[in-house]
């Protein structure tokens, strides 16, 4: 969540150890995890650079974004804050995709298989995709 500059003002007090100059405070030049508004701010800026990219938001659902070429590529990509889910139609398509966005963003995993997401598992069964209840929701 680092990645989006903060339009707010924020001060903090600096942690024990660092010193700073009586009569001065530290100001934040990028959201982080703790302040009140880091997630959305971090999706705002995930949100923007995706639609420089050429997707498009669903208008029903601001979360998920789709991107329609041409040559027949389709991607569909759902986020929630920093998580996120992609499926796609074009192997090369996807692979310039995540090169750019990881120009711009830290990326910590890439999966070519998805098996849980948001605490829903995901299993593979023939054609199409089955999502199971969550183990918190059978116990």
């Not at 997707?55 to 920093?82: N, S």
Request: hydrophobic letters at 35%; a negative charge.
């Amino acid at each position: 969540m680092v990645s989006s500059i903060d339009d707010k003002e924020i001060y903090i007090e600096l942690p024990k150890g660092y010193e700073e100059p009586e009569g001065y405070t530290a100001r934040l030049n990028r959201s982080c995890y703790g302040t009140r508004d880091a997630a959305y701010r971090f999706w705002k800026t995930l949100s923007d650079w995706m639609l420089e990219y050429g997707f498009e938001a669903v208008k029903t659902d601001k979360t998920l974004f789709h991107i329609k070429k041409d040559d027949g590529t389709l991607m569909i990509i759902a986020l929630y804050v920093d998580d996120g889910l992609t499926a796609h139609n074009n192997d090369e398509e996807y692979a310039k995709f995540i090169l750019a966005l990881s120009k711009r963003f830290k990326l910590s995993a890439e999966s070519t298989e998805v098996t849980w997401y948001l605490g829903v598992r995901i299993q593979r069964l023939g054609q199409g995709n089955d999502l199971l209840d969550p183990p918190a929701v059978r116990d």
